[in-house]
């Protein structure tokens, strides 16, 4: 058994994307701040509607996927297409752009707290071209696992604990991702076995926990060395977490704004489609 250390900390820093929504920016903060395959992650809080009210209007994206985890508040979700799908507290909407995807995510509330979290994962190179899919999953749908002073959600991937294996309801994805949304109470330790080789990254957003005797605080993202499992231990106001888990792919990156492809080329190819309105050429998959 390997247990995995710190390799790095990113503070998650302010910035706005969208139409003028605010965001805590860790992973893709820089070309320098992403963990193969996980390209970016924002994550979004406020209670004052004038820092999310303007959404996310209509945008492109190729070459990867986007997952969006809801905590609190309510989003629509609407395509070029005119797919609609709402997330409201708990959902997830998980979103393989592939080929291409034109969309908008804008709140469906004009006051009281939104939080959440997208997350960037990126796609090899010979699913960067395939057909769009969606994966909505609600609330209901992602596994949950309680054990004295632990409560998780498995929202992607399968884990065990206890002899016994947890699900997630997103399936089918390449890069073997496992998605979990942990919270512990005070001064719990937490122990958890990973695949050695896929990257790891633990994002936190409420208290703080020590890995290998390091201190990862809110709003910090860790990124981990390899290794067959991860021990944390939350701090005395408890933690709460996400882990994040996926296969490295291991091919060069070119990233323009919201298209991630391996050449510059295929990033022109990419702007050339879009412009001559020739990007979403294929209705989606919606499972
Ligand atoms: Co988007």
Redesign the pocket.
Known sequence: MTARTLSRVIDALPSSDGAGVRIKRSLGQSQFARMDPFLMLDEFRSDDAADYIGG?PS?P?RGFE?VTYMLAGAMLHKDSLGNEGHLKAGDVQWMTAARGIV?S?MPQQEEGLMHGFQLWINLPAKEKMKTPRYQDIPSERITEVSEPGLALRVIAGTIERGGKRHEGPVSGITTEPTYLDVTLEANTPFIQSTPREHSGVIYVFAGEITVVGKTVKNGQAALLSEGDEVGVTAGAAGARFLMLTAKPINEPVVQHG?FVMNTREEIEQAVRDFQNGRFVSEAPVIS
Request: charged share 15%; no cysteine; net charge negative.
């Open positions: 996310f945008h994206h986007t969309h995510e919201p």
